[in-house]
């Protein structure tokens, strides 16, 4: 091993113990850092990537180091011989990097700094990683164009994002892109990963047993698929996190600090289906936070093939057209940013299909569905619409589920109610509606009702493909008419003779806002609203 274009001048070799934090002297040991086996050799822009495999590292020490000045030229320099008798000898691989190497007992990989750098006291090598490119910032009228087609209703909020994607420093939202064929929903992630790499790391890649593809490009695809076992708490981690565990193949795990970033490509908005798990209004509003969901404008794709389609956009990619309008927006546009998350949404059907997932629920929503459209349900006491409202009752859904399900095992009132909490409109989550209709013994039954929010069933029309969106729109808002009778079933009076609108408990009682979808609780036989439910005293 011979010494070869020794180029470091004195003044490089000082510039470059200044940036590691310490003398001319003691950057002798910090040509090389050792972390694990793994080898972080200094070159002439600061510590390269690791090398740990032994012909790999004979051959990088060779050249990334060759061009250091011997001990007679600089008190950092390598002397690359040892004296043996009359001659001398080529030291060992071994000797280069134990005279010449510090050891890390800490490898810290962060995408906030602007070099690698190595602290001795705490023997911890940090690594920068993900750095962006160097690109010059350019406007582009077409990228721009189409990406507020890709936007479809909210361009401003896409745009903003992809203003902010370059600032690893804070969480951003994933953004979903709905769109068929030949919109450019791949061509989007592809060019934005270009601020940092050659390519987007897949999701297979990011969730699989190596994740080191993270370290070269932070930003990571989904490209109509999620891969089995990814769960609601992995995306909302992955993508909320500013740091996770990274493995790269024969390497030490290690910390990676910084924020990723997260594209879902799909021709449907059902991609996240998350079928094993029960959702809470909570659970769905965390993953709203966390997932900007666009209905592309159909216009991406024409305007795409205007352009020459595959072949006329080719450039956008690898020309970084796509990057470095990104980073024009970056220096130019003055992004709506939120508290949270750099960019904020507010929640879509990709969040509301969330809240059918779980066989029980998505069960129940289908029953929901079923029995609006089933013409001997109608009138019944235990659902109820029009006038833009939709009521249901948990234990008519149960008493009614074999009937209209072909199940003999229904669901338990308390598992109905679970899924039903989710369903309900936002103003109105967690709060149930009661209506007093009979007095026995001097008292009031009373039956809760769930106030479901529509914009679920006309979700889950087409998916369920009970229906259409059309169908239950018109029946939702069909026109119904006002309580007026006093036997109907209105809500009792209280002590002042005004409408007791509240109970004890914090239910409130119908009518609501003027509308009782139970102004008629009697069949034609006469029975009571309880009697058809089959309530107890």
Request: charged share 25%; proline share 5%.
């Amino acid at each position: 091993m011979t010494a070869q274009n020794a180029i470091y001048t004195t003044e490089q070799i000082a510039a470059f113990a200044a940036a590691q934090g310490c003398s001319v002297e003691r950057f002798k040991e910090r040509w090389i850092v050792v972390y694990n086996g793994a080898c972080f050799i200094h070159g002439p822009k600061g510590y390269r990537p690791p090398i740990k495999n032994s012909l790999d590292l004979a051959i990088g020490l060779r050249k990334h180091l060759a061009p250091v000045p011997g001990s007679d030229k600089s008190p950092a320099g390598i002397d690359w011989e040892v004296s043996l008798g009359s001659g001398t000898k080529e030291k060992s691989v071994e000797r280069v990097i134990t005279e010449y190497g510090s050891l890390a007992t800490r490898h810290i990989l962060r995408t906030d700094i602007a070099s690698s750098y190595y602290d001795a006291p705490t023997e911890t090598f940090y690594e920068r990683v993900c750095p962006l490119r160097q690109l010059e910032p350019v406007f582009d009228e077409k990228v721009d164009k189409w990406m507020r087609l890709l936007g479809g209703k909210d361009p401003e909020t896409l745009l903003d994002w992809v203003a902010t994607c370059p600032e690893l420093n804070r969480p951003s939202p994933a953004v979903y892109l709905h769109a068929g064929k030949d919109a450019g929903k791949t061509m989007f992630a592809n060019g934005i990963a270009r601020l940092w790499g050659e390519a987007p790391t897949p999701l297979t890649s990011a969730v699989g047993n190596f994740n080191g593809a993270i370290v070269d490009c932070p930003l990571v695809f989904a490209d109509e698929e999620i891969p089995r076992g990814v769960t609601s708490g992995f995306v909302r981690d992955f993508v909320g996190s500013l740091s996770r565990q990274i493995k790269r193949k024969n390497m030490a795990e290690s910390t990676h600090l910084g924020a990723l970033r997260f594209i879902i490509a799909a021709n449907n908005a059902d991609i996240l289906k998350f079928d094993r798990e029960e959702f809470s209004v909570e659970d769905i509003s965390a993953v709203a936070a966390r997932i900007l969901y666009f209905k592309c404008d159909p216009g991406a794709a024409t305007y795409l093939k205007s352009l020459g389609g595959f072949e006329g956009t080719t450039d956008w990619i690898y020309s970084d057209r796509i990057a470095k309008h990104a980073l024009w927006l970056r220096d130019n546009r003055t992004a709506k940013r939120g508290s949270r998350f750099l960019v904020e949404g507010g929640i879509d059907i990709v969040h509301r299909n969330l809240a059918t997932n779980g066989n029980t629920r998505n069960r129940t929503v289908e029953w929901i569905c079923r029995a609006m459209l089933e013409k001997w349900m109608e009138p019944n006491p235990g659902i109820r619409f029009g006038g833009g409202e939709l009521y249901v009752n948990a234990s008519f859904v149960q008493k009614k589920w074999e009937a209209l399900l072909g199940d003999n095992r229904p669901p338990s009132l308390k598992q109905i109610g679970q899924a039903f909490r989710p369903l309900t409109t936002k103003d109105l989550q967690e709060k149930r509606f009661m209506i007093g209709t009979e007095r026995v013994d001097g008292k009031y039954r009373r039956a809760d009702f769930y106030r479901i929010d529509p914009q679920f069933i006309y979700d889950s029309a087409n998916s369920l493909q009970i229906g259409t969106e059309e169908t239950f729109r018109a029946l939702i808002n069909r026109p119904v008419l006002l309580e007026d009778d006093d036997d109907s079933g209105a809500a009792p009076a209280s002590s002042n003779g005004q409408a007791n609108n509240n109970n004890n408990n914090g239910s409130t009682v119908l009518p609501f806002n003027g509308f009782n979808p139970f102004a008629s609780t009697l069949s034609s036989s006469g029975s009571s609203l309880f009697d058809q439910l089959d309530f107890g005293k």
